[in-house]
């Protein structure tokens, strides 16, 4: 009997040569605030080619007959613990939080991630095509993140060249629990803020050390070296961008002080139940704001969320998004999320941004993703009705011009099953 089973012929991976697909007669959601009806939307060479009316068939594309379906960007979801909290969950695959000291913003969620991991073809299923993968929020500076495309089968294809670097942080409860149980720093808020200060200053020193160096004309050292600081230094040149898992009002203060304090930018607060009672602070500092619609009271910062948050928020001029955080929420329910704060007063085209475009802007591609437009890359997402009524699951997914999900097929589950043929991954329709 054969040890190994050959895997089956699929498409070939976002970025090689594919045949042109041309979508015709769709609604177009761009996530721009538009709606487009009756129009058609054009992939070729990795990128969106073409938006208009009829457009003319290129030589060897392939044709689609949307018959007014809602087309989407690909959603984007910038906090999922994908492949670095593994399913089936199992201490054997829990590879996201580092729990062994408070400040790690060395580690690398790339050294992490699993690329086998069964809820990557279930995501995709659900119309997400990007995802920031982050460390968890054991750690007051959790290390920094990873960007994927939910396709491939190597952490090599999914991963997105010339993303920027992101760090995550996390404030509140999480980080006193893990250490204050220990009997070690941080066992309060203000330890918490002590140990964040203490590696931003040995950062700083490291930084003007550096700079005193290469001022010199003769070197009779080598030049000041931290690596484990290193990505502390990005952030204070303001070369790479801070996402912070952070709930409640004061701790929302905190970080804007030590901002202010260091002289560095916060991309985005996420979880940030509380952030709909200090909107304007987050306006001035130009903070975005990655939130649940409806998910509370888990713990004691989590009591005194409120549903209305996401309209709030968006009204007042606060970059918002929602995310997973997957798995507490599972990463196909991302536009889920955006059904539930649309139910709850958010508009319509703003709960479709707040998955796609702002996401993608929060976490620095917006000039690549998270809207229909020339030039884009081709994350494309077609929905049988409105994505944006309850449960609802996407007909078709593109990610950079490859059908990955449609016509019963999920590539990316397949890719799994080569490798694992009993593990009965998931398909589209689940």
Same mark, same amino acid.
């Given at each position: 009997?054969?040890?190994?089973?050959?895997?089956?012929?699929?498409?070939? *991976?976002?970025?090689?040569?594919?045949?042109?697909?041309?979508?015709?007669?769709?609604?177009?959601?761009?996530?721009?605030?538009?709606?487009?009806?009756?129009?058609?939307?054009?992939?070729?060479?990795?990128?969106?080619?073409?938006?208009?009316?009829?457009?003319?068939?290129?030589?060897?594309?392939?044709?689609?007959?949307?018959?007014?379906?809602?087309?989407?960007?690909?959603?984007?979801?910038?906090?999922?613990?994908?492949?670095?909290?593994?399913?089936?969950?199992?201490?054997?695959?829990?590879?996201?939080?580092?729990?062994?000291?408070?400040?790690?913003?060395?580690?690398?969620?790339?050294?992490?991630?699993?690329?086998?991991?069964?809820?990557?073809?279930?995501?995709?299923?659900?119309?997400?095509?990007?995802?920031?993968?982050?460390?968890?929020?054991?750690?007051?500076?959790?290390?920094?993140?990873?960007?994927?495309?939910?396709?491939?089968?190597?952490?090599?294809?999914?991963?997105?060249?010339?993303?920027?670097?992101?760090? %995550?942080?996390?404030?509140?409860?999480? *980080?006193?629990?893990?250490?204050?149980?220990?009997?070690?720093?941080?066992?309060?808020?203000?330890?918490?803020?002590?140990?964040?200060?203490?590696?931003?200053?040995?950062?700083?020193?490291?930084?003007?050390?550096?700079?005193?160096?290469? %001022?010199?004309?003769?070197?009779?050292?080598?030049?000041?070296?931290? *690596?484990?600081?290193?990505?502390?230094?990005? =952030?204070?040149?303001?070369?790479?961008?801070?996402?912070?898992?952070?709930?409640?009002?004061?701790?929302?203060?905190?970080?804007?002080?030590?901002?202010?304090?260091?002289?560095?930018?916060?991309?985005?607060?996420?979880?940030?139940?509380?952030?709909?009672?200090?909107?304007?602070?987050?306006?001035?500092?130009?903070?975005?704001?990655?939130?649940?619609?409806?998910?509370?009271?888990?713990?004691?910062?989590?009591?005194?969320?409120?549903?209305?948050?996401?309209?709030?928020?968006?009204?007042?001029?606060?970059?918002?998004?929602?995310?997973?955080?997957?798995?507490?929420?599972?990463?196909?329910?991302?536009?889920?999320?955006?059904?539930?704060?649309?139910?709850?007063?958010?508009?319509?085209?703003?709960?479709?941004?707040?998955?796609?475009?702002?996401?993608?802007?929060?976490?620095?591609?917006?000039?690549?993703?998270?809207? =229909?437009?020339?030039?884009?890359?081709?994350?494309?997402?077609?929905?049988?009705?409105?994505?944006?009524?309850?449960?609802?699951?996407?007909?078709?997914?593109?990610?950079?011009?490859?059908?990955?999900?449609?016509?019963?097929?999920?590539?990316?589950?397949?890719?799994?099953?080569?490798?694992?043929?009993?593990?009965?991954?998931?398909?589209?329709?689940?």
């Amino acid at each position: 009997m054969a040890l190994v089973q050959a895997a089956p012929a699929l498409a070939m *991976p976002p970025g090689a040569a594919n045949p042109p697909v041309l979508l015709r007669h769709a609604t177009l959601w761009p996530g721009t605030g538009a709606v487009l009806p009756d129009t058609d939307l054009l992939l070729q060479n990795g990128h969106i080619a073409a938006i208009g009316k009829d457009l003319p068939l290129p030589a060897g594309a392939n044709a689609i007959e949307a018959k007014g379906r809602i087309i989407t960007p690909g959603l984007v979801d910038m906090h999922s613990h994908l492949g670095v909290y593994a399913s089936p969950t199992s201490r054997a695959h829990a590879d996201g939080n580092e729990m062994t000291a408070p400040t790690t913003p060395f580690l690398r969620a790339i050294d992490s991630f699993d690329p086998e991991d069964a809820a990557i073809a279930r995501g995709v299923a659900g119309g997400v095509t990007t995802s920031l993968i982050l460390p968890g929020s054991g750690n007051l500076m959790g290390g920094q993140a990873l960007y994927i495309k939910l396709f491939g089968h190597t952490v090599a294809e999914m991963q997105i060249p010339g993303a920027p670097r992101a760090l %995550k942080w996390a404030l509140g409860e999480n *980080p006193k629990r893990v250490y204050g149980g220990r009997g070690q720093l941080p066992m309060s808020r203000m330890g918490s803020a002590w140990a964040i200060r203490q590696k931003l200053n040995e950062a700083q020193e490291v930084q003007d050390s550096q700079q005193r160096w290469d %001022k010199e004309v003769a070197h009779t050292t080598a030049r000041p070296n931290r *690596p484990d600081l290193e990505p502390l230094q990005a =952030l204070l040149r303001g070369e790479a961008l801070l996402q912070v898992h952070c709930y409640e009002v004061h701790d929302i203060e905190t970080l804007v002080r030590l901002s202010e304090e260091f002289h560095f930018k916060v991309a985005a607060i996420h979880h940030a139940l509380e952030a709909w009672k200090v909107p304007q602070l987050l306006r001035e500092h130009h903070i975005g704001v990655a939130t649940f619609a409806d998910l509370w009271g888990f713990k004691m910062e989590a009591y005194d969320a409120s549903v209305h948050a996401p309209a709030i928020l968006q009204a007042a001029g606060v970059l918002l998004a929602l995310k997973t955080d997957h798995p507490v929420v599972e990463s196909r329910d991302l536009m889920n999320e955006a059904a539930k704060a649309h139910h709850y007063g958010l508009a319509e085209q703003a709960a479709l941004a707040a998955v796609t475009r702002n996401p993608a802007q929060a976490i620095g591609l917006l000039d690549r993703i998270g809207t =229909l437009e020339v030039g884009k890359e081709a994350d494309v997402v077609v929905w049988p009705g409105s994505p944006l009524t309850l449960g609802a699951r996407p007909e078709r997914v593109f990610i950079q011009g490859v059908q990955v999900v449609g016509d019963g097929k999920n590539l990316q589950a397949a890719w799994s099953q080569a490798v694992h043929p009993t593990a009965g991954v998931c398909g589209c329709e689940d």
